[in-house]
């Protein structure tokens, strides 16, 4: 019995690690070099939070369109959490629990908001959650609500060719 209850535990720690997500803490400017960086890549940047209802609710919609279009070669989708750095243990159990497969970030800027929300767009009031689609290095959208799945993909279709 122990040793049934000793593999049980080991195959409970590898399940964990193998699903365990990493996320790169950045500050604004290394975002902005990061999605500079998908220059032939429509890139959907989604800003949300583990504490934000609509960003959540969301997620599911964000997960089935990366998973449709993940093994499309001009296809990125970047999801920027504005979570504090203290708590990104629950930011990686958000999405084990999730199922997030997009590549995740956490900004953690938020000393100078008033700096980088305007950077991304103008018109951003600092709500969230807000997605913004870029097309070969190029801002295309700026969706500063919740979105839905179809919302989402018509964007992605309009510009993925």
């Not at 604004?28 to 990061?34: I, P, R, T």
């Not at 629990?97 to 953690?108: F, G, M, R, Y």
Request: net charge negative.
């Amino acid at each position: 019995m122990k040793l049934f209850s000793f593999l049980s535990l080991i195959g409970i720690l590898t399940f964990s690690c193998v699903n365990a997500q990493t996320v790169e803490t950045v500050k604004y400017e290394a975002l902005h070099e990061k999605i500079a960086n998908y220059k032939d890549e429509v890139v959907v940047v989604n800003f949300w939070a583990t504490w934000c209802a609509p960003c959540v609710e969301e997620i599911p919609a964000f997960m089935e369109i990366n998973e449709q279009y993940k093994d499309h070669p001009n296809f990125k989708m970047l999801l920027v959490s504005l979570d504090r750095p203290k708590i990104i243990d629950k930011v990686k159990k958000f999405m084990v629990d999730n199922k997030i497969t997009a590549e995740v970030v956490l900004l953690d800027d938020t000393k100078r908001m008033n700096e980088w929300i305007p950077s991304f767009d103008p018109k951003w009031a600092g709500n969230i959650p807000v997605t913004i689609v870029y097309d070969k290095g190029e801002k295309v959208v700026f969706h500063d609500q919740a979105m839905t799945k179809f919302e989402l993909e018509d964007y992605i279709q309009e510009y993925l060719d």
